[in-house]
Every structure is written in C-alpha cells, then in structure tokens.
C-alpha cells in the first residue's frame, strides 16, 4: 500500500545496472497478475543492448528519460505463442480479432503494472512511455514482433538518480461515480481542477507556451487533434497488419 | 512484493460490507497510478445497490462471482470530463479518435490493477470480469456513460470466503524475450506447456468436455473464434457510438 501511494516517475536514472536476478524478480511478479482464463497472452521484451535501444529511442522520440534507463521493456499483447501452441494441439484458434486484442491488451497491462509496483518496491525508478501505441509500426520493426504481437506499453526502469516532488491528482470525487455515472456541472468542473490550474507549474506552462488556459496547453501543444488523428489511422493500420483487424 | 506473489483469484464472498472508507483508500491508491501527462483520463463507477447489480450481472453472464460480490466496480476509459473541461476553458479538444481511446484504456487498467493490489493488501479478494468487453453496450446503457466514456474491465470486490490453491503460470523464460522477439521452436512450445497440460485440473477438463487435447478446451469450449468475431463487431460499434472511432 505505501508503494502504491509514494509512487513518483523517475525520468533520470544512475549509471548502475539492473541485476539479471532482481530483474526476473520483479517480472515473476508482473506475471502473478490476474490473466484472462490463465492464458497470458502477453510477451515481455527486455532491451539492455546499447544498439537496440539506440533503435527504440528516436520511436519514443527521443524522450530523455528512454536514454537514460538502462533497461527498457515493452510490453506486448500476444496471442502469437497461444495459437502456436493451438496449432501444435490440433485445436483451430480464432484470435485474429479485436476482441482478442482487446482481452490481450487488458492481460498485458496488468503485468506491466504490477511489475512497476514491484520494481518500486525494491527501490528502483519507472517511467511509461506512452509513445509505444504511437510508434507501434517501428517497434514492431525493431523488436521482429510477429503477427499477433502487438506492443501496448514500455517502461524505462532503473535506479532513481532524482527524487521529485509528488505529482498532483484530482480529489477522489472526480473520478469516482457512485451506482451510474452523473454528468458533471460547471460548478464541480471548476472545483475540481481548481487546484490543479493553481499550480506554479500549471501557470509556468501556460506562459512558457503562450496560452491562456491549462487546457489549452493540452490541446494546443501536448496532445493535439492533429496528432491525434494521424497516430489513430497509424496504429488501426498496425492492428490490421497484425492481425487483430 | 508480498502480496503480488500471493495473489489469487477470489470468486466467493462472504455476506459482509466493505465500508466505505477502506473503499476510498483502496481506490486513492488505484488514482497514484502512472497517468498520461496527468490527465487522468477515467473514471470508476462503484455499484454496490442491488438494484443496479442485479442489471449488471446478467451482462457479465450471470457468473457467481458477480452475485456474490459486495461490489461491482466498473474501470471506464473516460475523456468526456477532460473534453468537458477543455470545453469550459476556451480550448478545443481532439479526442474522439482511437489513439485517445488507447491511451485512456491504458491509464484506467494502471488504476485498477493499482486498485486490486491496495485490495489484496488489506486483505480483501478480487475477480476481474473479462466480460466487461464484451457486453460494453449494455453497461453503457446500465450505468449512463456518455460518449466518450467506454468501460474497459469490472473488478468484483470483498471479503474472500474461499480460499483457493494458487494457479500455475507458463515458466518465465516463455513470456519475456532478451533485445527482441524470438519464435517458438515445437520444442519450446512443448516444454512451456508440459506443466500445465499435466495438472490434473486441465485433465479433468478435457475429459469433461469430451476433447482430446487442452488447447481445444479453449479454442472450441472457452474462448470460441465465432464468438471472439461476434463480440469483436459489436465492440467496434459501441467504440464508434461512444465517439471514439
């Protein structure tokens, strides 16, 4: 519990390995997480190799945190190995569909999260990159992920060479819904993101990018409609070229 | 670490409340999960009123787990309050799109695994509901999501009344792959499959179910490609109805 509530991404790391025993560690964790009909359609890909991870940093577009980490892992939807394993057992699959990469995402991710926990717990530092479904094609490249394999997610994980400050979240009410989801009024929008546009960082941002809103920092700068669009129609090509389409 | 290695499925509650203070810490430990830029983007519905508990576990297909439950909590991808937000602050938003879809399924499952974890740490049981998917339309009608809302897993919630042996997992070395993917050999595959083709469980099953081999157990009893096709048709149309295809 008090892993869970100190949680902080790290994006600088130390110049100091991650132990091959401590890495099985915290992946056996990982895989502990509940996995749909024990199927674990999932794969776990860990780079350590300096030319790999030269190849996987300009896909999470060049982040500093993803060439700080000594180890990146991306973590897969997998259905690949199960219909191999179907094949080899005179069973016929039908996976190459969404709601299999759906079921396999789902799998994948709470493997991913438990292994953050886990690494966290032994004191090491996670970051996600959440360019991974936007650069899906390339890393599929990189790593020869094979039909059926799709990359959902990526953590940079190594020892923390910062400890910063705890990030903000929106008070518990504005997320949670009791029995049906109630729309939200004026009234509690602007309470509840009150705290979070007073923020130094908040108000540094919006000068910094010339803006007048919190929001508009989103949707101008960060995570654009544009954008958007483009790695929407880029990753649903992926999922076809997969075979989850 | 403990408690991620511990963990084991629990489908049988006992008739008992969980208050709603051990709720509200459990789920501020799901909300510390990594987020996207911070936008958290969604939201938990927490069913505990019979009423719409009765509505919801026909739509998780009448499984036990689900009526012996205290709660249901349903996990929902969510930019309908960020875009509302944006909306209110002059700012326009681009995220009825998949992309925004994928990054919001992402940041929700971080929460509930993060859920499911402070859970167990307390000593309560969980279940997911892999069904979530599957009848995400009716959900939707059941707890009033609006677009842009879309409900990625349930998690059942209580006090376990059962306490049952752990479940095997493949050996490690069959999910995580060293730089890049590497196929499967035959002999690969039969080795990562012997345990648990061996348990007498998955003996019982086949004959059971009249197969021959476990892997047909799945593919023509468990998790049928009919089925994975209906389902991932009427999942891609709720995804266009709720706005985000």
């Given amino acids: 519990?008090?892993?869970?509530?100190?949680?902080?991404?790290?994006?600088?790391?130390?110049?100091?390995?991650?132990?091959?025993?401590l890495l099985n560690q915290i992946l056996t964790a990982g895989c502990r997480a509940s996995t749909t009909g024990n199927m674990q359609v999932y794969s776990i890909i860990v780079s350590e190799d300096e030319d790999i991870k030269n190849q996987l940093i300009p896909l999470h577009f060049n982040q500093p945190v993803a060439k700080s980490a000594p180890i990146l892992i991306t973590f897969c939807a997998d259905f690949h190995r199960f219909v191999r394993w179907c094949e080899m057992r005179n069973a016929e699959p039908g996976y190459d569909n969404f709601l299999s990469f759906l079921t396999a995402a789902i799998d994948v991710l709470l493997v991913a999260q438990n292994a953050c926990i886990a690494a966290e717990d032994k004191g090491l530092g996670i970051c996600y990159l959440?360019?991974?479904?936007?650069?899906?094609?390339?890393?599929i490249e990189v790593l020869d992920l094979p039909k059926l394999v799709f990359p959902v997610t990526t953590i940079a994980i190594g020892w923390p060479d910062e400890n910063p400050p705890m990030v903000d979240r929106l008070p518990l009410e504005a997320v949670v819904h009791k029995e049906k989801y109630r729309s939200y009024t004026e009234g509690q929008?602007?309470?509840?993101?009150?705290?979070?546009?007073?923020?130094?960082?908040?108000l540094q941002f919006i000068k910094e990018n010339d803006k007048e809103t919190l929001a508009q920092v989103f949707t101008d700068v960060r995570y654009k409609k544009g954008d958007n669009e483009y790695f929407s129609d880029k990753v649903l090509e992926v999922l076809k070229e997969q075979g989850f389409m």
């Fill in 1 to 21: 519990m008090e892993v869970l509530l100190k949680h902080k991404t790290i994006r600088k790391f130390k110049d100091q390995p991650v132990s091959s025993e």
């Fill in 130 to 139: 959440g360019t991974t479904t936007y650069n899906a094609k390339e890393i």
């Fill in 189 to 202: 929008i602007n309470s509840y993101y009150a705290y979070k546009e007073s923020l130094k960082e908040s």
